[in-house]
């Protein structure tokens, strides 16, 4: 053993005391040495230093369900591939296919098979031939399995390891702390090999929770890592991460167990001769978001999940006012970490990171639109046994069709305006593949298949999909042909790497959002500026600070900028990007 080696057994032993300290630390570091790197691959001699380099301003993120695409010829995962060559081919570099494994529902989240891909949309060839050409990101979901998988058939069948894989509790527990986003029961009721049991269920009855107080759970998942790794995967999704460990009589949620897993997982990448990514899910509000950075030892990345309600709420109201309090109150993510920004998921738009953010009759305002264009809403049972809103069921495009005045002629602007400041903003930019082809919402797929979420995760027809992106007057090709426009021109300037200084610029109006972005070699800085109105803005150039005797030009408009004139003016949801190198 090499004196590296000995450094990452060291502190492997260090974390697998915390999270189990009644068991041999330096035996099971060993395993989780073992089944990390398997056969003779070797962890590399020192672990990577933490910088900015995983990932620059060229970096932006596709979010796609396999079978986004269809045409019921071939399969769907070639459809995908196709798709991404030739409409998205250097404007997003990076893409994650959610599950793409086989399962039985939650739209792949109650996995059944995690070492096998989803035979009705390919195989593991075709995931190869995408990770070739994309970052690709897959999602580890490690919380819970599907309850007709083969772990928890085993489990009911008394077989061991799987019999002791499960989480069980007793219906007279005190489990009335625990913090779920669903409002189903907890426990379900099972008949096994030993007995009857009640197993823990944070989502559905149908997704069964992991109990990681076994150790040989956490060493499964991490030869399943190992096995996406080896399948070109680049960055690791760790769905729902927060619930992962479980305690009778608390929360449930955020445990200090759970963070020395992303821990150890976290020291293990950093170790891996492959370049892997971290992120973390976990839609709650900022300060619990933020913790999961850790101490820069914990995600490399995690979701801005207050932008998608800060967001649609300053683009609804035509105020800035709380999207900019926020964001001026947003540390830098720690040196070897970033932010993943987006609006839009396969998921609907949280309101649970909105939470102290929004006045409730606003956020009230915002869900009383939603619905107005056609959303839809979904609850979550709090502690008291009472009903709040979890998140809001809509494309971001379709919910963008209305602000708190009512419907108008901006809608394209807007939406578009939206997406450009998550383009904007210090971190990775995402995008749903939906909010990328301004799809509607679609009413038919929630009655067919009796969910919300539906709703925001329609199936297009490749031939009619193409045939509207060849049509310049479509919603979907103008909408399309701006955004990646927009991206090619944003990966070509150094003061959008994610990890770039950023300020929040006060402009004295609340129609403008403004933002400084500032290159990490201090070369160029850029002026990010949003009009989120439908009214015609003049602002005071003085607001920006514009170095005299340099040449500035507005990138979007290819404008020149003189840094003396007294005024700049925005139209209705124009967005500018003033820089001092074209």
Known sequence: M???????SRRLQELVQQIYPDLDAAILSSLIIDAFWPDDSHPRRRGRVRGNTLWSEHDALVITYGNSIIDGAHKPLDLLNDFLHCYLRGALNSVHILPFFPYTSDDGFAVSDFRAVNPQLGDWADINRIARDFKLMSDLVLNHVSSQGHWFNAYRQGQDPYDTFFFEADPSDDLSMVVRPRTTPLLRRVDTANGVRHVWCTFSHDQIDLDFRNPQVLLE?????????????????????AFLWKEIGSPSIHLPQTHAVVQLMRLLCDFAREKIILLTETNVPKAENLSYFGQGNEAH???NFPLPPLI????????????????????PAPMGCAYLNFTASHDGIGMRPAEGLLPEHEKQQMIDTVRAAGGLVSMRTMPDG?????????????????????ADQYHRERF????????????????YIHSLLATPNDHE????????????????????????LDDPASPQSQVL????????????????????????VNMGDDRIFGVWRQSLDRHQSIFALHNISDETVTISSEALNLIEDVAWHDLLSGEAVDPLAPQITLAPYQCRWISNRT
């Open 416 to 431: 578009i305006c939206s997406q450009t400041i998550v383009m904007s903003l210090e971190g990775i930019p995402a995008f």
């Open 221 to 241: 998942f991490l030869r399943i890592i190992r096995l996406h790794v080896d399948n070109g995967v680049e960055i690791i999704r760790l769905d729902a991460v």
């Open 301 to 303: 990345a995690i979701y």
């Open 386 to 406: 009472s009903q709040s809103p979890y998140e809001l069921n809509t494309t971001f495009y379709a919910a963008l069709e209305r602000t708190f005045k009512g």
């Open 445 to 468: 797929a929630v009655e067919h298949r009796g969910m919300n979420r539906a709703i925001n995760r329609h199936r297009w027809d490749y031939p009619a999909l193409r045939a509207l």
């Open 312 to 331: 649609l709420h300053a683009m609804m109201s035509g105020s800035a006012q709380h999207l900019r309090r926020w964001q001026r109150g947003m540390p």
């Open 481 to 504: 042909g701006a955004l990646t426009d927009r991206l090619k021109l944003r990966g070509r300037q150094t003061a959008f790497h994610p990890n770039a200084t950023q300020f929040t």
């Open 2 to 8: 090499t004196r590296n080696t000995q450094s990452l």
